[in-house]
């Protein structure tokens, strides 16, 4: 399937799109299949795959897991290098535009063509934006990055729109795995007024008032990670 970008561009404004995060540090092969038979009922339109430190075979073993037990799109959100398995759909090809790192810019991107050519993957060119979620997270403490300040408004619509002027298909707004605040929902007002590529806001999003507030903002999608990890009933409640 090399179609994933594509439907995501067909579906903005018409569908609210929700991603399931798979941690695979987190997800237990075992009741992978439960879990999965919840997320194929429920509003989600996409699995993401990833973490922030996940050693290779874990995810490939997880992908494989993961292909036959659902028809929505795999998609891998990578933390390193190490995350990449060629079962997947499509591939998030992150750049880090809101830290100073070049590892994260360029750097990692470099190290994983090799893996890449070896793969079907359809890559998507993603501008990964890490706004201040309230706590200290993985991706700050993995990538030594500073995230953006909440109030800098205008700093993150430029960042945002200097990623899209590079090129990016799509923009991450991340407050961080587990964030105590998700990204503030005026920033996403204004980034997504910006923009002419689809948004993806994500981090903290726990309940149902929050994630309808994403998409009221102007996220096109939200990926949820812990809320669905910690409590399985969150599929009913959405
Ligand atoms: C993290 O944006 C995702 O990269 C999801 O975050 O686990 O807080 O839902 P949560």
């Not at 993961?66 to 390193?80: A, Q, S």
């Not at 993150?156 to 298909?169: R, S, Y």
Request: net charge negative; hydrophobic share 45%; aromatic share 6%.
């Amino acid at each position: 399937m090399r179609k994933v970008l594509q439907n995501i561009k067909a579906l903005v404004g018409k569908e609210r799109l929700l991603a399931v995060l798979i941690d695979p540090d987190k997800m237990q092969l075992n009741s992978l299949s439960h879990f999965i038979d919840k997320v194929n009922v429920s509003l989600v339109t996409h699995v993401f795959v990833g973490g922030s430190s996940v050693e290779e075979e874990i995810t490939q073993a997880l992908i494989s897991a993961l292909h036959p037990l659902t028809n929505l799109p795999i998609v891998l959100f990578p933390g390193d290098i190490t995350q990449i398995s060629k079962d997947a759909d499509a591939i998030l090809f992150l750049s880090l535009l809101s830290g100073n790192n070049p590892r994260y810019l360029i750097g990692k991107h470099v190290e994983a063509v090799s893996k890449l050519r070896k793969t079907n993957l359809e890559v998507i060119p993603t501008g990964y934006i890490l706004i201040e979620g309230g706590k200290e997270t993985a991706v700050q403490r993995v990538t030594q990055t500073t995230p953006m300040s909440r109030k800098k408004h205008e700093l993150v619509v430029d960042t945002a729109k200097a990623g899209e002027l590079l090129g990016m298909q799509l923009i991450y707004l991340e407050a961080g795995s587990g964030a105590n605040q998700p990204v503030p929902l005026e920033m996403i007002s204004f980034v997504k007024s910006e923009l002419s590529i689809p948004l993806i806001v994500g981090g903290g999003i726990r309940s149902k008032k929050q994630l309808e507030e994403a998409y009221r903002a102007g996220a096109d999608l939200v990926v949820i990670g812990t809320a669905f990890e910690e409590d399985d009933a969150f599929f009913e409640a959405l």
